[in-house]
């Protein structure tokens, strides 16, 4: 489906700031196991009969009816035996497409894999979905479906314990919501230094204590204001990982937060039932100190995490910040200013000098230089005369340029740029594939090793504080879980940073595997260079090299062009005095004239 047909099909969104997503006439029932499906390409009625008698023939489907007129297959199957995707793949496998629609969500509270992975698991569950993508380092869900409301996917997320949001489609509301992100990302990461500031400063008394006792030195602070420090960082600063591992255990999984909670709280416990017990004569034998120390280590980790992850997503706002968000449009022979997302296919687009393009066009009227380096890399301008194609985001030189519109929107070359960009972010490499299978399993393995270690302990003759320390410790180590975060992350990270040099990935697996790359070629001249033209060499005839420089620099200028800047650099590193210029003229296409010093100056 193209972006006129979008625009024409999209309706209302019934969530408040939700993406007008088009509407494909699919229905589906999970308990009736009847699913509605649109199939493209069906041509006469024997198209239709091999579509209906392939689905028949599928494992789980009682019943097919494939309409051509309607492109439809009303589907009956059994949910347990196949799904909405092994269905349309097999619609695919016979020849024909099923336009699947791809929606953006931002969800909030995924802590590592483990949770991203059971977002995943919920999505893909829903008989519409296709496909599902989670990536807990940008907090964005990718969700291929058959369409309908995005009330069912965000729903879906809820019950699994998450908070999720739509991403707008529409370039500007991306700019916004992009923008609007940004700020929520720094309020949070100030809320979580706040949190951490408190932890330390309460965790601190602790951690002194601990390190002046193994020097040597006999020094007890009550154990009822070891209680007092503790109890704050355990239950108000680490409340989050209290909430995360509830969400994760009612889901049926289990993530780092769980992991955090039980090896936090073992420590904890176990010493305020011996406090509760012994009273000060318990001193020695407390650990309120390794619960603190952990919660606030880990706090410091996550602010790490955050900062990291914020870096990133200021590559695609400089990459939306190169499009105008206005452009000036002549309609009935006057220019009226708009913004950019209401410019449509015909506009004559009015580009003054130095302006950048607001949309992808035609020249129809007026002789300039662009500026193209976002696309092509070359520093140098390209001449723009009535005919050539421009690019949406490129810098218009020295002159007045009327642009017919031919791409705007979505559709526009920086705009499919900034979701390339977005969409290598989101994608998984293969090596997060295995990745995931492993972190499926990573969690209830710790808490194995961890029992393990316990009761190790216990057999072999240690003491029950031994023993709880040894647990705590496994429990503890694995609380990061580097493995699930580290590839995604990288990934972020790694195309983040491409994009603000000008390299773009056209998917994870591009970027995984450019490790391997020993040479790279260059396809013409003017790509690798210092970003402006100089002078190289001079030769002169019949004239000394110094008069030749100062003739022509002189009536360079006058003129603005890159190259004219070039002479006249040369002229100042020289140290050559210019002469005042008369007549000046400028020949669009060839070149400039003038008169210095009583000579005719012709350059071209």
Not at 359 to 386: M, Y
Not at 427 to 432: D, L, S
Not at 482 to 496: D, M, W
Not at 508 to 524: G, M, S, Y
Request: include cysteine; charged fraction near 20%.
């Amino acid at each position: 489906m193209d972006a006129s047909s979008n625009a024409e099909t999209e309706k209302a969104c019934p969530i408040p700031g939700a993406p007008e997503i088009p509407q494909i006439p699919v229905t589906t029932s999970a308990d009736s196991g009847h699913i509605v499906i649109p199939v493209k390409g069906m041509t006469c009625s024997a198209c239709s009969s091999r579509v209906e008698r392939t689905l028949k023939k599928a494992p789980g489907v009682s019943d097919a009816n494939v309409n051509l007129p309607m492109e439809r297959a009303d589907i009956t199957f059994a949910p347990e035996k196949t799904s909405a995707a092994e269905l349309a793949q097999v619609i695919r496998d016979t020849g024909f497409d099923v336009p699947a629609q791809t929606v953006a969500l931002d969800v909030k509270g995924m802590t590592c894999s483990a949770c991203s992975g059971r977002v995943e698991k919920v999505l893909k569950a829903l008989p519409q979905v296709l496909d599902a993508r989670v990536n807990a380092a940008t907090d964005r869900a990718d969700v291929d479906w058959l369409g309908g409301d995005v009330n069912i996917l965000i729903q879906a997320i809820e019950d699994a314990g998450y908070d999720a949001t739509p991403r707008l489609s529409a370039s500007l509301q991306r700019k916004e919501q992009q923008q609007q992100r940004a700020l929520e990302d720094a309020r949070a990461a100030r809320r979580e230094l706040t949190l951490f500031a408190v932890s330390v400063a309460l965790t601190l008394p602790l951690v002194i204590q601990m390190i002046l006792n193994a020097l040597g030195y006999n020094l007890r602070m009550s154990g009822w204001l070891e209680l007092a420090l503790a109890t704050p960082v355990q239950f108000f600063i680490g409340a989050r990982f209290y909430k995360g591992a509830w969400n994760a255990l009612k889901g049926g999984s289990g993530n780092m937060d769980v992991l955090v909670v039980m090896g936090t709280s073992a420590a904890y416990f176990f010493s305020l039932i011996t406090l509760l017990r012994l009273g000060e004569a318990s001193q020695g034998h407390l650990y309120f100190e390794a619960a603190a120390v952990i919660i606030t280590l880990i706090l410091l980790g996550k602010i790490l995490e955050s900062r990291a992850k914020r870096s990133t997503t200021s590559a695609v706002l400089e990459l939306m910040a190169l499009r105008p968000e206005t452009a000036m449009v002549l309609r009935d022979g006057v220019e009226i200013s708009l913004p950019v997302e209401d410019v449509i296919l015909g506009d004559i687009v009015v580009v003054r000098p130095g302006e950048r393009m607001p949309v992808d066009g035609e020249v129809v009227e007026g002789h300039s230089q662009a500026d193209e380096a976002l696309i092509t890399g070359e520093s140098l301008p390209v001449d723009k005369n009535i005919g050539d194609d421009i690019t949406g985001g490129s810098v218009n030189g020295t002159g007045l340029l009327h642009v017919r519109a031919t791409k705007v929107g979505e559709d526009s070359t920086l705009n499919k740029i900034i979701t390339l960009v977005e969409n290598a972010q989101s994608g998984k490499a293969p090596v997060q594939r295995l990745v995931d299978k492993i972190s499926a399993i990573f969690v209830p393995t710790i808490v194995i090793i961890a029992t393990l270690t316990f009761v190790g302990w216990l057999v072999t003759g240690g003491t029950f504080e031994n023993a709880l320390v040894a647990m705590v410790s496994v429990l503890v180590i694995a609380c990061p879980c580097a493995l699930g975060l580290a590839t995604p992350t990288a990934i972020v990270a790694g195309t983040g940073s491409a994009a603000r040099a000008g390299i773009l990935f056209k998917d994870v697996e591009a970027l995984e595997t450019a490790h391997k790359v020993d040479t790279v070629i260059f396809d013409k001249t003017g790509t690798l260079t210092e970003g402006h033209p100089a002078v190289s060499d001079i030769l002169a005839l019949d004239i000394n090299e110094d008069e030749l420089v100062r003739l022509t620099a002189s009536l360079q200028s006058a003129s603005e062009h890159p190259l004219a800047k070039a002479v006249i650099a040369r002229a100042k590193a020289d140290k050559i005095k210019l002469s005042p210029v008369s007549n000046f003229a400028s020949h669009t296409g060839f070149g400039v004239s003038g008169t210095v010093d009583g000579h005719q100056v012709l350059i071209g």
